[in-house]
C-alpha cells in the first residue's frame, strides 16, 4: 500500500481497514451490521467506506457477497 493512498483514507475507512486486517485472518465473511456495532458507525456508513477501500490498493481483497438480513462482504488477505 502506499504512503499517498493511505494517507487519502477518512477515519472511518481507517477504522475498517484495520478491523479487516485483525479479523481476517482467522475469518473470511463480514455482516455491515456487525462490523458497525463494532465499531460504532452504521451499517451505512459501513457499506459506503467499503465500497471506497475496495477502489484502492490495499493488501486485502474485499467482495461483495450477500445482502440478506445486511450486506456480507468476502474478504481476504
Do not use: C, P
Not at 24 to 33: C, L, V
Not at 41 to 49: D, I, L, Q, W
Amino acid at each position: 500500500m502506499s504512503t499517498a493512498m493511505a494517507t487519502d483514507l477518512t477515519s472511518k475507512q481507517h477504522q475498517i481497514l484495520q478491523y479487516f486486517r485483525e479479523k481476517a485472518a482467522t475469518k473470511t465473511y463480514f455482516k455491515s451490521r456487525l462490523i458497525a456495532k463494532e465499531l460504532g458507525m452504521t451499517a451505512k456508513e459501513v457499506g459506503s467506506n467499503i465500497s471506497a477501500l475496495q477502489k484502492g490498493d490495499y493488501d486485502i481483497d474485499i467482495e461483495k457477497w450477500g445482502y440478506s438480513s445486511s450486506t456480507t462482504w468476502k474478504v481476504s488477505l
